[in-house]
């Protein structure tokens, strides 16, 4: 059965700094990774989608890379602001499943200080 | 351009009544989804639908109820509300399609059981 971690569960940077969030997952064999942002008290919304033959995706000030074989992702976000405040998921579909059903992390609740 | 809707936003009820979550999204995607996202964990998924008159279990679906009569609606049903069902339940929908699609959430429907 398909696990998805994220490391940290909470943290806190000043305005400004470039900071990574961390998403591992235990089967490497996925079709594709997706990274979300959940406001509070809102719903999901898709950041980045990663394909399996990929290794990275941009957007903006957000990147996102896939390294499969270790089973590991990783979101990159550059100069930080406040606006960036939110839980961000990462999420894997599995291959051979029917349905493009997901697999969620726990999620990285994120504070940026003005 | 709506996207997905959800109704109820919040609910309040009593052990043992029943009740109905409706989905309904406008951007003609095959796939639809219930999840339900309780605190520290991500979301796990309830039931899904690859299309209309079809419905599919998820990870957690004892106690839940759906249908897809239509291709804009999925209905997640509760017959015996229990407590350990309050939570959050978000909806989302995908375009049916190789590589995976993103998946669009509704913003979630919040419910208590007494």
Not at chain 1, 28 to 34: D, E, F, G, T, V
Not at chain 1, 37 to 66: F, V
Not at chain 1, 71 to 94: E, K, N
């Amino acid at each position: 059965k398909q696990e998805v971690t994220q490391i940290p569960a909470a943290l806190s940077v000043p305005e400004g700094e470039n900071l990574v969030l961390n998403c591992s997952f235990t089967d490497s064999a996925i079709y594709n990774l997706q990274w979300f942002r959940q406001d509070p008290g809102k719903g999901l919304t898709s950041l980045l989608l990663i394909q399996s033959s990929q290794r990275e995706q941009t957007s903006g000030r957000l990147n996102a890379s896939l390294d499969k074989s270790s089973g590991r992702s990783t979101l990159y976000i550059a100069a930080s602001q406040p606006g960036d405040s939110a839980t961000y998921l990462c999420a894997v579909r599995q291959r051979n499943n029917a349905g493009n059903m997901l697999t969620f992390g726990g999620g990285t609740r994120l504070m940026v200080k003005p | 351009n709506a996207g997905v809707t959800q109704t109820p936003k919040f609910r309040v009820l009593k052990t043992g009544q029943s009740m109905t979550l409706l989905c309904a999204q406008d951007m003609n995607h095959e796939y639809m989804y219930w999840y339900r996202q309780d605190p520290g964990m991500g979301l796990r998924l309830i039931h899904y639908s690859v299309g209309e008159g079809t419905t599919a279990k998820g990870e957690v679906p004892d106690g839940y109820n759906v249908s897809r009569l239509k291709k804009q609606n999925f209905l997640l049903g509760l017959e015996s509300a229990a407590p350990s069902q309050t939570s959050v339940y978000f909806c989302a929908s995908s375009y049916l399609g190789q590589g995976g699609q993103p998946q669009h959430f509704g913003d979630g429907t919040r419910l208590s059981i007494l």
